[in-house]
């Protein structure tokens, strides 16, 4: 089920985002709040916050909007995740 696998890798790059110390995961942000909070936290890194934001906009499209997720989508987020290592 791409649908279901966009949410987990959009997870994992939540996850892996909070490791890195880049947000404060927190159940009540948005993904807007996080994506404010990356781009403040991570000016000057090679990713920025133009990949979590393209990231952003497949994940809701696919999971809110019901939109069909592609493998190109998942591809795309299965990236995101690798890009912050």
Same mark, same amino acid.
């Not at 952003?56 to 592609?70: A, K, L, N």
């Not at 795309?76 to 290592?85: I, Q, Y």
């Given at each position: 089920?791409?649908?279901?696998?966009?949410?987990?890798?959009?997870?994992?790059?939540?996850?892996?985002?909070?490791?890195?110390?880049?947000?404060?995961?927190?159940?009540?942000?948005?993904? *807007?709040?996080?994506?404010? @909070?990356?781009?403040?936290?991570?000016?000057?890194t090679?990713?920025?916050? #133009?990949?979590? !934001? %393209?990231?952003?906009?497949?994940?809701? *499209?696919?999971?809110?909007? @019901?939109?069909?997720?592609?493998?190109?989508?998942?591809e795309?987020?299965? #990236?995101?995740? !690798? %890009?912050?290592?």
């Open positions: 089920d791409l649908r279901r696998a966009s949410r987990a890798y959009f997870l994992a790059m939540l996850a892996r985002l909070g490791r890195l110390g880049y947000i404060r995961v927190q159940r009540a942000k948005s993904n *807007r709040d996080y994506l404010r @909070e990356l781009t403040r936290r991570a000016l000057g090679p990713v920025g916050g #133009e990949r979590f !934001a %393209a990231a952003i906009g497949i994940f809701e *499209r696919g999971w809110y909007g @019901e939109h069909p997720v592609t493998e190109s989508d998942i795309t987020l299965r #990236e995101s995740v !690798a %890009a912050w290592s």
